[in-house]
């Protein structure tokens, strides 16, 4: 959809600049006679950039209305600066046009307020079209810009009292606006602030003909405004009894939108129906509270992501003096409404301020709850006194208690940082650059003396620690810290309690890195099982457990098992959180990455890069779940053999990873050897073993040598070393990967048994047929991976066992099982 198809009364409509909006007020009803349709105002031979009118250098035109055009103007002396120019245009020179247009001008030029387009000057052109020149404003829609800035409702509201200032001083100056809307309404930012900015007052109209220069003019026929922002007594066929509370009603809609992300009253209902019809509407229809708006399943979610919150947090904001506020703006009786904008905003400022506003019924109870807000602290002093007037001698007692553990416990913290940050004092340092790592170890190495006797705050502190480490690729460090956290957790709070849970789940992280796949599953599985009795089945808790059990059994072989639960869990957030929700995008990357290990590769791909799409557009292309949905993409089309495409992604990808997470952070490392990978897979084996070996020797210093991601960059260089013939070389590495993998993981798990069929492979590439056979047996009956023993027969490494019939045996058996694993769940 284009600029100019947007509905000009959707609240999202865009508005690059002011001009903009001038071809898009929505009139409806007539102004009037009118002359025969002219095509432009100007001559059909003029060009921009070389027409002027008066000191004014036509540039380009960036509107036209039903009375007007406007041009974006250069004015050269006697200062510099772009203007808006408008000039009614040809043909529409009877009263009614030329009144209105007059109007417009002469409602600007008296008014002189921040959030009002400011007036420069006014003419005539040598032909007598009317023209008036204006302040350019180079903003967007008020909706549009808090939308795209996430703005809070705190912050909307802050806002709009600004909108409702400058409507007015309008007033003051008896003027109407009448077609008060986003579009009407841009937001320009200075100095890092907004700044709304209220334009066309072609509707507009003075409250009495006393106004200085002013001529009421009034329309015959029909109605003029914007549908879905007019009050009922506007939308009247005649139109002409209408005071102030008319911009009262529709700042009242324009606030609804900024609450809900939506209109009252669909204007689209209208279309096609009676005058009559909409009219009752209006004056007998009651349109939701903005709090009962943003509980619609299909509006609550985006709603609530333009306003930084959640749906639920969102409606209960709402709900109470935002709700009355918001419905006596919008009284279809106007005797009924705030008489004035400013007292319009000042309902809201008592409300951001936590005081009574004058929209709701002052009962004694909350009129109690707002004095409590407001003086939280002298509440619970005077409080705490009353009580102590009931029971003095144990409180004072307890209270001293209490106030001597706070202080000892803000000392211990107090000690415990400031040793901390010692390691940066210059005598300590001895001149060094000091980084956040050191000073991390160094907190790591005191905690436990420095917090000894405060375990809860022990725990917490190891907690945050062990976190940040997984963070940094550091994962030994960081088990070590979580594994203490959540001991003294459970141990002081109990195995059910939320922080205790939370500890768990964190520890389940670093163990599947270590590759403690098995000690992780029967964790997570214990944390699922508390969480859903806890929190419920579909609490974010509760699918956060549900997918990293998932992925814990998934790194244990049993891919089948862990899809089922990846699918379920996807499926919930999808239903509970919304498409676009951050977590749901997650768990989607987290069944397509299963779905790969099936060889479902076409659904895997498809569904990778849905992921990828929605996390590059809403989290930036530099946010690490967008990364990982693009290393998981790249896997995909790697494992179609479309190797020059992935490389292409991982060098890409491994240029935002250097950036964001540092050239030796395990993302970084593990996608440098996917990348080798697909080098050697295309027949540049020199260049492939370099990256490879270049790697190897540093994540055997950050990682250690049994690191699961160490062994995979060792499998890739065995490959890339039989691809170059150098098969004794390749032998001794994969030999040493299977040791480890034996200690480290066990007999039969499904990476030991990969590890067995690359041996196997390197084996039949240097013609040791019954050496390979056996292998590939082995590996069969330790748990390969569906996916390998499916395509046992395509793998070209095999190529010297075709036509054994042990082979074939081995052939049907490896597509017995895949088959089983590949049927859909």
């Known amino acids: 959809m284009t600029e100019r198809d947007v509905p000009p009364d959707d609240p999202k409509a865009k508005n690059p600049d002011w001009a903009a909006n001038q071809s898009q007020v929505p009139t409806i009803g007539s102004t009037g006679k009118a002359g025969p349709p002219p095509s432009s105002s100007l001559p059909a031979d003029s060009v921009p950039g070389q027409r002027s009118i008066g000191r004014y250098r036509l540039l380009k035109k960036l509107g036209e209305g039903g009375m007007g055009q406007v041009w974006l103007a250069q004015q050269d002396a006697p200062v510099r600066r772009q203007v808006a120019l408008k000039l009614i245009r040809v043909g529409l020179y009877d009263d009614s046009v030329v009144q209105r247009f007059q109007s417009e001008r002469q409602s600007l030029a008296i008014m002189d307020h921040p959030a009002i387009a400011k007036v420069f000057d006014a003419g005539a052109t040598p032909d007598g079209q009317p023209y008036f020149v204006m302040e350019y404003v180079d903003g967007v829609a008020v909706t549009e810009y808090c939308d795209n800035k996430k703005l809070k409702i705190s912050e909307r509201l802050e806002l709009f009292i600004k909108i409702s200032e400058g409507v007015q001083h309008a007033h003051q100056k008896a003027i109407i606006h009448r077609d008060l809307k986003p579009a009407n309404i841009l937001v320009v930012e200075v100095d890092g602030k907004p700044v709304p900015r209220i334009i066309d007052f072609g509707l507009a109209r003075p409250v009495s003909a006393g106004v200085a220069g002013g001529v009421l003019f009034t329309q015959s026929v029909g109605f003029v405004g914007t549908p879905g922002y007019m009050s009922p007594e506007q939308a009247e066929p005649a139109g002409s009894d209408i005071d102030t509370r008319t911009d009262v009603y529709s700042l009242g809609v324009v606030l609804y939108v900024l609450l809900t992300g939506s209109l009252p009253f669909d204007p689209e209902k209208w279309k096609n129906r009676p005058l009559y019809d909409v009219l009752h509407e209006l004056y007998q229809d009651e349109p939701m509270r903005p709090s009962t708006k943003v509980g619609d399943r299909q509006l609550a979610a985006p709603a609530a992501s333009d306003r930084g919150t959640q749906p639920r947090p969102l409606s209960r904001q709402l709900r109470g003096d935002l709700d009355w506020i918001s419905m006596k703006a919008l009284e279809k009786d106007r005797d009924r409404r705030y008489g004035t904008p400013s007292e319009l905003a000042a309902d809201i400022r008592r409300y951001l301020r936590h005081e009574p506003v004058t929209a709701r019924p002052a009962s004694p ?146 163990l599947i890195r270590n590759g403690k796949t098995q000690e992780a599953e029967k964790l997570l599985s214990q944390a699922l099982d508390a969480t859903r009795r806890k929190f419920g089945p579909s609490d974010r808790k509760t699918l956060a457990a549900s997918s990293n059990l998932a992925l814990a059994i998934e790194d244990e072989g049993r891919v089948p098992e862990a899809q089922k639960i990846l699918r379920e869990t996807s499926d919930t957030a999808l239903a509970e959180l919304g498409p676009d929700d951050p977590d749901t995008v997650k768990y989607e990357g987290n069944l397509a990455s299963a779905l790969t290990e099936l060889g479902r590769l076409d659904e895997s791909e498809k569904l990778h890069r849905e992921v990828f799409e929605s996390c590059r557009r809403s989290l930036g292309p530099d946010h690490p779940t967008t990364i990982s949905a693009m290393i998981n993409l790249a896997v995909d089309i790697s494992e179609q053999g479309r190797y020059a495409d992935s490389e292409a992604i991982y060098r890409q990808l491994i240029e935002i990873q250097r950036r964001v997470y540092g050239p030796e952070h395990p993302n970084t490392l593990m996608a440098m050897s996917n990348m080798a990978g697909t080098i050697s897979d295309q027949g540049r084996y020199v260049e492939a073993e370099k990256i490879q070996r270049d790697l190897l020797e540093i994540q055997r210093r950050v990682m250690g040598p049994e690191n699961p991601d160490t062994l995979s960059t060792m499998g890739n260089l065995v490959n890339t070393l039989a691809g170059e013939k150098r098969f004794a070389e390749a032998e001794k590495l994969q030999l040493e990967t299977l040791e480890i993998n034996r200690r480290v993981r066990g007999p039969n798990h499904p990476e030991t048994a990969l590890a067995m069929y690359n041996l196997a492979c390197v084996k039949a590439l240097d013609g040791r047929r019954d050496e390979a056979i056996a292998l590939v047996r082995q590996s069969l009956d330790h748990g390969l991976d569906p996916r390998t023993a499916g395509a046992i027969a395509d793998d070209e490494d095999l190529v010297s066992l075709r036509g054994d019939d042990r082979f074939a045996g081995l052939v049907a058996d490896g597509r017995r099982r895949a088959e089983v694993a590949r049927k859909p769940d």
């Open 365 to 510: 109870a909350y009129r109690l709850r707002k004095y409590v807000r407001r003086h939280r602290v002298g509440v619970s002093v005077a409080a705490g006194l009353a009580l102590l007037l009931v029971g003095f001698a144990g409180m004072q007692a307890e209270e001293v208690r209490r106030v001597t553990r706070e202080r000892d416990r803000a000392n211990r913290i107090t000690a415990f940082m400031t040793d901390m940050f010692k390691v940066s004092d210059p005598s300590e340092a001895r001149g060094n650059t000091v980084t956040a790592r050191e000073i991390l170890d160094k907190a790591s190495q005191n905690i436990d003396s420095g917090l000894a006797k405060d375990p809860a705050v022990q725990a917490q502190m190891m907690y945050v620690m062990g976190d940040v480490y997984t963070g940094l690729g550091l994962y030994t460090q960081a088990e070590s810290l979580l594994r203490r956290a959540f001991d003294i957790q459970r141990k002081t709070r109990g195995p059910d309690d939320s922080e205790t849970l939370q500890s768990m789940n964190a520890l389940a992280n670093p």
